[in-house]
């Protein structure tokens, strides 16, 4: 079952111009495990390799822990819900720090 701050490869299938395409890394975001296993999706944030200087993306490092091959970002304008289903395989977790930063986007980014 994914949780929050975990790295997974997601199947995003053909997409429409702008938005992610077929397998790339993603971000957990939700829903948190209190709401059980039974929940059919995931709410999730893409990750891009591409550096925009964008002030939504957040950086992840490519190292061990990640399972990121190179240094990548977080899309959090990208905010979406998928089917677990889309869930290729895990890929492993951001730390505190980045997890931190990414939750004070999104909590900006949402108005909250």
Same mark, same amino acid.
């Given at each position: 079952?994914?949780?929050? %701050? #975990?790295?997974?490869?997601? %199947?995003?299938? /053909? ?16 829903? /948190?495990?209190?709401?059980?296993? %039974? ?12 550096? !925009? ?5 957040? #950086?992840? #490092? ?6 990121? %091959? ?6 959090? #304008?990208?905010? !979406?819900?998928?089917? !677990?289903? !889309? ?7 951001? /730390? ?17």
């Amino acid at each position: 079952m994914a949780s929050v %701050d #975990e790295l997974w490869l997601v %199947d995003f299938g /053909d997409p429409f111009p702008g938005e992610p395409a077929h397998h790339r890394p993603a971000l957990v975001i939700g829903p /948190d495990e209190v709401f059980g296993p %039974d929940l059919p999706f995931v709410i999730l944030c893409p990750l891009t390799t591409t550096h !925009r200087a964008i002030s939504l993306h957040v #950086e992840v #490092e490519a190292e061990p822990a990640t399972g990121l %091959d190179e240094a990548s970002y977080v899309q959090t #304008e990208q905010l !979406r819900p998928v089917s !677990r289903r !889309r869930l290729v395989h895990r890929l492993g977790a951001i /730390d505190r720090s980045t997890a931190a930063e990414v939750h004070h986007v999104l909590r900006v980014l949402l108005g909250h």
